[in-house]
């Protein structure tokens, strides 16, 4: 669950920069200003019944960063997935460009007890899953398409730092994010601005529109299909003390609009 959500935020630079749509060099700067910690909590619901509930937490010291992050399934996200994430991702910062150095989650609702770690060698995603997955996919992500993917809660935190960005400013582009096992491209495309009002913001707010688009690692049935990749999850960023910050995301499911609402912003 922690992908998708980095794609509707959860969810940083491609390597140590984040190109135009179409590959050229001559992308706007990334913001120079970072933070020392952001916390960030999240309710989501589908009408007025509770689905989830999501924490996020980053420290970023010289030249590194680091960060938690949870997410629990209830009420009717049951139905579907029980789910109890707890992930975490330290990493090398250059200004604002993030390049993981270790991410791993576990489901402690699963009876598997499965680590999905993955290592970052020479900003190659490797993943490192005890106990091993039965299939890495058909076909597995190769090589040379994790090379330069980011893991999903570096995808997430640099969504918080103004990353990607285009020739038209944040939110534009795409970012390669690997999970462990699946392979697939954000894509991120401006939609104006609306006012956004939550428990912890209120105010005028960028619309971005986040599309998934699937790479490999995906086995027979798993896959995205083009009506599911067709639909984005609308991120609404809020620039707070310069840093954009998603305050609030919907996206379309099979049970209905599910919206996700910022209840505790900090910035530091």
């Not at 939550?198 to 529109?209: D, K």
Request: hydrophobic share 40%; with cysteine.
């Amino acid at each position: 669950m922690i992908a998708p959500l980095a794609g509707a935020a959860l969810l940083a630079a491609a390597a140590l920069s984040a190109p135009d749509a179409d590959g050229s060099d001559g992308a706007a700067p990334a913001l120079d200003r970072v933070p020392e910690r952001i916390v960030l909590s999240y309710t989501g619901s589908v009408w007025v019944l509770p689905v989830a509930e999501i924490g996020v937490s980053a420290v970023y010291p010289t030249g590194t960063y680091s960060a938690s992050a949870t997410f629990q399934s209830a009420g009717l996200a049951r139905w579907f997935d029980d789910t109890n994430i707890e992930a975490g991702v330290t990493g090398y910062r250059a200004g604002s460009a993030l390049q993981p150095w270790r991410y791993s989650h576990v489901n402690h609702a699963s009876e598997k007890g499965r680590t999905v770690g993955i290592d970052f060698p020479e900003a190659v995603a490797t993943p490192d899953i005890d106990p091993p997955f039965g299939s890495m996919g058909e076909p597995p992500a190769s090589e040379e398409e994790r090379l330069g993917a980011i893991d999903p809660i570096s995808a997430l935190l640099g969504m918080t730092l103004g990353m990607p960005v285009g020739r038209e400013g944040v939110c534009n582009g795409r970012l390669p994010v690997f999970d462990g096992k699946a392979r697939y491209d954000l894509r991120f495309e401006q939609a104006g601005t609306e006012n956004v009002r939550t428990r912890a913001w209120r105010g005028e707010a960028m619309v971005c529109n986040a599309f998934l688009e699937p790479v490999s690692g995906y086995d027979p049935g798993d896959r995205p299909t083009e009506e599911e990749t067709a639909r984005p999850v609308t991120i609404y960023l809020a620039d707070i003390d310069g840093h954009y910050l998603p305050v609030r995301f919907q996206a379309d499911t099979q049970i209905g609009k599910i919206n996700i609402q910022a209840t505790r912003i900090e910035v530091e």
